[in-house]
């Protein structure tokens, strides 16, 4: 048998809820993901138009309103999609984190875009986690959500039973 990981390993972390660093350095990284899914389809769009139109390449330039609104739904979209396949998104994956039901299963996709709607509209809604028993953000507590750190995929980690 082999011995446990020692204290603060992700293995003693695991399937707890996650703190807020974790939460917002996961969310900080998925705004940078979205950021970059904007510019590259703006990028694309740009390289449509020259592919039909001929020279010059110009990048598109919306109204605020318009990029505001492709924004938001970029982000609501980015969101809900991984939270309802996988329960996680690129940064979650990066601090090793999942967004589920209370009960650990995963969100379904109305819950999901329901979450990723608040998330979006109030952002410092995740600063309500430290003042929570539960770690939870106002968007967990609407949706009846919770982040728990889950390196392992969903699998038990090694030194843990049923691991390796």
């Known amino acids: 048998m082999k011995p446990s990981p020692p204290v603060g390993t992700p293995a003693r972390l695991q399937g707890r809820t996650a703190g807020l660093v974790s939460r917002t350095l996961a969310a900080l990284t998925d705004a ?18 020259f592919l039909v139109f001929g020279p010059p390449f110009t990048a598109p330039r919306p109204s605020d309103q318009l990029t505001g609104a492709f924004g938001f739904c970029l982000a609501v979209g ?11 998104t690129v940064g979650g994956r990066l601090m090793g984190v999942r967004v589920v039901q209370r009960s650990g299963r ?6 999901a875009l ?38 392992y995929g969903g699998r038990r980690g090694r030194g843990e039973r049923g691991g390796e």
Request: glycine share 10%; net charge positive; aromatic share 10%.
């Open 32 to 49: 940078l993901a979205v950021l970059g899914i904007a510019v590259l389809t703006g990028l694309a769009v740009g390289a449509v138009r």
């Open 78 to 88: 980015y969101l809900a999609a991984g939270w309802s396949v996988t329960g996680r």
């Open 106 to 111: 995963r969100l379904r996709p109305g819950r």
């Open 114 to 151: 329901f979450r990723a709607v608040l998330c979006v509209l109030l952002p410092l809604g995740l600063f309500w986690a430290p003042l929570s028993r539960r770690d939870a953000s106002v968007a967990d507590l609407v949706v009846r959500s919770a982040v728990v750190y889950d390196w």
